[in-house]
């Protein structure tokens, strides 16, 4: 049987699907993961700062406009469509056969897809916070701020985008739903991530089944673990999937 084969026979005999994924989910929706989009950057800007430190939360108290600069031009993607990963994970989930997604994409492809239990680790572009007074505010009224840096109109506050900055706690609510989602789950689908981001690995050894997926186009730490290992484009294998699947 060709792998492509007894994936669509382990999700058709699964009725507790979990799919834990990062950046390369979303690459074939045209969103490069932030360290390429970091270095575009730093080319094009002349920028000193490495996303590492672009990204922590010291730097965006410090230096906002840097910060507000390169979120702008290289984080937000608000026209990005979902691809044939997210678009069958949507169907799985309307099936009842998919429990939960984590992910840790900032992009919101998942929901624009029409899932719902999505657990974001790392936060979303469409959830911002002023820091003065915790009101919120929508990308919409993010993306209309005249001025590089957001500002609230009730506080003057700086507007935060709910994404988990370096130096930043994850939300402990977040992880403890994706633990018990994950230690549930009858077929765990990893996709699109190294699994070398804290707390990536940690949280897919709570797998207790014997089927997890690995869909990587590069090695990870995770293959030899894996009891199906596909190195294949996932936008485009889940798409091939959904046609076994679904005809
Ligand atoms: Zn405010």
């Known amino acids: 049987m060709q792998k492509i084969e007894t994936f669509a026979s382990w999700i058709e005999q699964s009725n ?6 990062g950046a390369g989910t979303s690459t074939e929706s045209g969103i490069p993961d932030f360290r390429s989009a970091a270095g575009l950057y730093q080319t094009e800007q002349h920028s000193p700062y490495p996303p590492e430190v672009m990204l922590s939360h010291s730097f965006f ?3 906002p406009d840097i910060f507000f600069d390169f979120y702008r031009s290289k984080m937000l993607h608000p026209d990005a469509k979902p691809n044939g990963c997210h678009t069958l994970l949507a169907r799985l989930e309307k099936e009842g056969k998919l429990k939960a997604i984590v992910t840790q994409n900032i992009d919101g492809l998942h929901q624009k897809a029409g899932s719902h239990e999505v657990l974001e ?7 911002n916070y002023c820091m003065g007074c915790d009101h919120f505010y929508d990308l919409e009224q993010v993306m209309a701020s005249k001025h590089m840096v957001p500002r609230c109109p009730r506080c003057r506050g700086v507007i935060k985008p709910d994404v988990v900055l370096y130096e930043e706690p994850l939300d402990q609510q977040v992880l403890f739903r994706s633990m018990e989602a994950i230690s549930h789950a009858d077929l765990l689908i990893i996709g699109g991530t190294s699994l070398t981001v ?11 089944g ?3 997926v690995l869909l ?27 046609e076994i699947l679904y005809g």
């Open 198 to 208: 804290h707390p990536a690995a940690e949280l897919v050894s709570y797998f207790e």
């Open 121 to 127: 680790l790392h936060g979303s572009i469409y959830r």
């Open 61 to 63: 108290v410090k230096m």
């Open 216 to 242: 990587n186009m590069d090695p990870t730490p995770y293959d030899n673990k894996a009891d199906l290992l596909i190195t294949e484009r996932i936008g485009e294998f889940m798409m091939k999937t959904s």
């Open 16 to 21: 507790n699907i979990v799919f834990f994924g």
């Open 210 to 212: 014997n089927r997890t």
